[in-house]
């Protein structure tokens, strides 16, 4: 009677097989990390691309929703005081809610947040700053110049023949009309200085309302919308070149000094 061999017989093909070694794990470790260095920049600069893509088509539908306002008042500006053209075009923007904020600045101050990269507004209830009895918040913000009638209660500078009152003006795709701003809207005057420092803000009240726009959300630029109804990207300096108000001087003398956080751009 013979017995039956019941020895394993391993393949030599396997037993010659070796496990990854650990410098060899280290090596494989080392070039996924250097992939991803590289790779992140490119993914962040397209990420930061796609929102300011996202940002310019927010401004474009607010071109729809303020010509249609323009529409129901005979073509004029009427009534869009600083925070309260938010409530005079809810009329036509209920159905778009997320047209309020670009899409990098979505978060509202107080909280520990860049300027440029925060939206305008309060937290919580009460009054948004500067007036009115609800909250409102967001992080566009109009030029005020395009009203219709001067502000008495503002100073001299401010409550001159400057205002726009209507749409149909010569030279509209150089007048801005909404842009990435810190507040709900802004009144420059061509001798406002740029902000000293990357963020500065004034008050309202302060003026330097230029400060307003002058913040760095996209790149050493912001998106803005033109009274000829286009949207483009504008330069942070670029911003003292556009026509405000009916008396805007971009060639005055001394030109702005820029502060050296700007010299880059």
């Known amino acids: 009677m013979t017995m039956k061999n ?4 391993l393949n030599p093909l396997l037993m010659n097989k070796k496990a990854f ?7 494989v470790i ?3 990390a250097l992939l991803i260095s590289i790779l992140m920049p ?3 600069n397209a990420k930061r691309q796609s929102r300011e893509v996202m940002c310019m088509s927010n401004e474009k539908q607010w071109g729809l929703f303020f010509g249609l306002f323009l529409a129901d008042n005979n073509g004029k500006f009427t009534g869009l005081d600083y925070h309260r053209w938010m409530d005079l075009l809810e009329p036509y923007t209920k159905d778009s809610p997320g047209i309020y904020f670009c899409p990098m600045a979505m978060i509202t101050r107080p909280q520990e947040t860049r300027i440029s990269f925060s939206a305008w507004g309060e937290e ?9 009895e609800e909250s409102r918040k967001g992080s566009y913000g109009t030029n005020y110049w395009i009203r219709e009638k001067p502000n008495p209660y503002l100073p001299p500078q ?3 023949d400057g205002y726009w009152k209507s749409f149909e003006v010569p030279g509209a795709s150089s007048i801005p009309v909404l842009l990435d701003c810190a507040w709900p809207a802004g009144m420059p ?3 406002d200085p740029p902000p000293e420092y990357e963020g500065q803000i004034s008050s309202f009240m302060e003026m330097k309302c230029m400060r307003f726009f002058c913040i760095d959300r996209h790149h050493g630029s912001v998106n803005g919308l033109f009274m000829d109804f286009s949207v483009r990207r504008i330069g942070l300096k670029e911003l003292w ?3 405000w108000h009916r008396n805007w001087n971009p060639n005055r003398e001394p030109p702005p000094a820029w502060p050296e956080w700007m010299a880059k751009f």
């Open 241 to 243: 070149d556009l026509r």
């Open 124 to 132: 919580d209830e009460g009054e948004v700053e500067g007036g009115g």
């Open 158 to 160: 401010y409550s001159s």
């Open 189 to 191: 005057l061509h001798e």
């Open 6 to 9: 019941n020895t394993v017989r």
């Open 21 to 27: 070694t650990l410098i060899e794990l280290l090596v």
């Open 42 to 44: 490119a993914l962040q």
């Open 30 to 32: 080392s070039i996924i």
